[in-house]
């Protein structure tokens, strides 16, 4: 099965959002949809947006998603732990670089992730990998080798561990976990650029 990925940078913090399909099909899903609803939009295209998946609670990883939701009617997912987060902008970061305490847009009805989660013709393994937020996840598509790490693995580093639900400990196991895939699957991260899991793996001393 082939992929089709777009990746379309969001905001001032440049946030990477991933607008995910099935070479084909007329649906797409679409990934940590950060503050650019215009170009998420045309990203989509004149596909059916079939769902929205969320990596962590984080502002920079969200605000599309009211404005996505709202239009299409695409079910958000987010893991039960970062759910208050959403609607909440001191525990996402919002208020501390916006200085307001009201988050924007539309507010979200997420649905919690179980183990897997089939959408779009695509099936999604929901690694839970907490540190640096207590519901970070990681989606992976373990048929085409392909792994949305959100902010829990970058390219020559990790998510920060200074914010709420932040955790060293947890991260260790995390990138622990992370590091047991096949080195081959390509790593689609929060911000920054692709890389792998044998790059990464090779960079630690875990
Ligand atoms: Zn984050």
């Not at 089709?4 to 070479?23: D, F, Q, W």
């Not at 937020?133 to 792994?147: D, F, N, R, T």
């Not at 622990?176 to 081959?184: I, N, S, V």
């Amino acid at each position: 099965m082939s992929l089709e990925i777009t990746r379309v940078l969001c905001g001032m913090i440049r946030e990477n959002a991933y607008v995910v399909s099935v070479a084909g099909r007329r649906d797409c899903a679409v990934i940590d949809p950060g503050d650019d609803f215009p170009a998420l939009k045309r990203a989509v295209g004149e596909r059916q947006l079939g769902a929205i998946l969320l990596t962590h609670g984080h502002f920079d990883h969200i605000l599309g998603a009211g404005p996505l939701a709202r239009e299409t009617g695409a079910p958000v997912y987010v893991a039960a732990e970062d759910a208050e987060m959403l609607g909440d902008a001191r525990l996402n970061g919002y208020a501390h670089l916006m200085g307001v305490h009201e988050m924007p847009g539309p507010a979200l009805q997420p649905r919690a992730y179980g183990e897997r989660l089939s959408v779009c013709g695509m099936t999604f393994d929901i690694l839970r990998t907490p540190g640096h937020s207590k519901g970070s996840v990681c989606l992976y598509l373990a048929g085409e080798g392909v792994l949305f790490s959100g902010d829990t693995l970058f390219c020559a580093g990790y998510g920060r561990l200074d914010l709420h639900g932040g955790d060293a400990g947890a991260m260790l196991q995390s990138l622990k976990a992370l590091f047991e895939l096949p080195g081959g699957v390509k790593v689609l991260s929060g911000h920054g650029e692709a890389t792998t899991i044998g790059e990464e793996r090779a960079r630690y001393r875990l």
